[in-house]
Nanobody, 114 residues
Framework: QVRVVESGGGMVQAGGSLRLSCSASGRTSSTYAMTWFRQAPGKEREIVARILWRFGNTYYGDSVKGRFTISRDNARKTVYLQMNSLKPEDTAVYYC???????WGQGTQVTVSS
């Protein structure tokens, strides 16, 4: 079993920044992927960013490219999502996903006001 915990959400004005954290603990693997998803009210869940742990390969959703950066701290088994130039449309609950095993965190709310 793997426990996934997100933190760092909050409220910010448009153009501002936030940094989310996601940590994995328990029976983690040495080679895995961690992915940030988000879901806004009335919308489907969408991928935000992904990082492959072993080599640090990253992937970003089109709507956040150039504004968000995903990174990892191997020693702490923590992934960060630096979100810059935030827009009201970035408002959503952000979830962290760990694979293998498809484990999810509880989500953290990000609200961007105009």
């Amino acid at each position: 079993q793997v426990r996934v915990v997100e933190s760092g959400g909050g409220m910010v004005q448009a153009g501002g920044s936030l940094r989310l954290s996601c940590s994995a603990s328990g029976r983690t693997s040495s080679t895995y992927a961690m992915t940030w998803f988000r879901q806004a009210p009335g919308k489907e869940r969408e991928i935000v960013a992904r990082i492959l742990w072993r080599f640090g390969n990253t992937y970003y959703g089109d709507s956040v490219k150039g504004r968000f950066t995903i990174s990892r701290d191997n020693a702490r088994k923590t992934v960060y999502l630096q979100m810059n130039s935030l827009k009201p449309e970035d408002t959503a609950v952000y979830y962290c996903n760990y694979n293998p095993g498809d484990f999810w965190g509880q989500g953290t709310q990000v609200t961007v006001s105009s």
